[in-house]
């Protein structure tokens, strides 16, 4: 009993003597570590990437269980894969890595900054004319029952997924868009991007998703748009050619059963919506400094 109660003592000494060591910088670096973490968590839970973790933790296991019984080959063999370890966890969480270090590079800094001083205005207004574009054109589509694969690029250039396709550069006109996928017309069966407001590629080929839990039911429009949207911040929308059904995939999720009016809002406020909030905010700050400083000088 005397030597538990020692051994506790001892134990609450070295945990006071921490607490006194420990600074802000202490704290700050705890912090970082545990969003780093948080948002590893978080990544790839739910996704492929969650398997391989629970394989690497096997492998793990197996290791620390081949040290303690002296398994000699099986721990030389653990030995030599986890000294490479690193170049290991790159090539298995590639999609991964990538999508991260998207997400990171999005910064809405600059946008917002943009955005306050009217920059964005003449960008939204373009958008918006596509936006108007592709939901006439979806109508029609979807009335005839062809289908179609539109992606609006964002932050993430897709000049990539562009290169495998056409290069159109054209007003984003209903008429135009309900073309290029007519049945008969040559870039019919590949995805179609607009950038800045305007078409800019049709026929592309966009990269299928590898989330395994995803319907039988969806064909190969629907996963190429949910993968586009794995892999970029890129707005998806799909008309299904079988049913004449309009969805959007963002960000790994597939959103259906939309018509004219739901589609165009859902668009706008996804595409435009934070945009515009922040340029009215904008405005409305630098008009009330405007008015003040008019204040000021007649005053004076």
């Avoid at 912090?31 to 590893?40: D, E, G, K, N, Q």
Wanted: overall charge positive.
């Amino acid at each position: 009993m005397a030597g538990i109660m020692e051994a506790l003592y001892r134990m609450g000494q070295t945990v006071l003597n921490l607490a006194r060591q420990f600074t802000l910088l202490d704290l700050l670096d705890v912090l970082i570590v545990t969003a780093l973490l948080y948002f590893v968590i978080k990544l790839v839970r739910e996704t492929r990437a969650g398997q391989l973790v629970k394989g690497i933790i096997l492998l793990v296991v197996l290791f620390l269980i081949s040290s303690w019984w002296e398994l000699t080959m099986l721990n030389a063999i653990l030995r030599s894969f986890f000294q490479s370890a690193f170049i290991v966890a790159v090539i298995l969480f590639q999609p991964e890595i990538r999508q991260a270090l998207e997400q990171v590079g999005r910064s809405k800094v600059g946008q917002s900054l943009a955005s306050a001083v009217g920059v964005k205005d003449k960008e939204n207004e373009s958008l918006r004319h596509a936006i108007n574009g592709v939901v006439e054109a979806t109508a029609i589509l979807q009335q005839m029952r062809m289908g179609a694969l539109i992606v609006f690029e964002r932050a993430t250039k897709l000049g990539e997924i562009a290169a495998t396709g056409t290069i159109v550069e054209a007003d984003p006109s209903a008429q135009l868009i309900a073309n290029i996928f007519f049945n008969k017309a040559p870039l019919h069966d590949g995805a179609m991007i607009i950038r800045n407001g305007r078409v800019y590629a049709a026929g592309c080929i966009l990269p299928l998703t590898v989330n395994d839990s995803v319907s039988v039911d969806l064909g190969t429009r629907h996963r190429a748009a949910l993968g586009m949207s794995e892999n970029s911040d890129a707005v998806v929308v799909v008309v299904s050619e079988e049913t004449g059904q309009i969805s959007i995939a963002r960000n790994g999720k597939l959103t259906r059963n939309y018509n004219r009016v739901s589609l165009g809002e859902m668009l706008e406020k996804t595409l435009i919506g934070s945009m515009g909030k922040t340029s009215s905010a904008g405005k409305g700050i630098l008009g009330k400094l405007g008015r003040g400083s008019n204040s000021s000088k007649k005053g004076g």
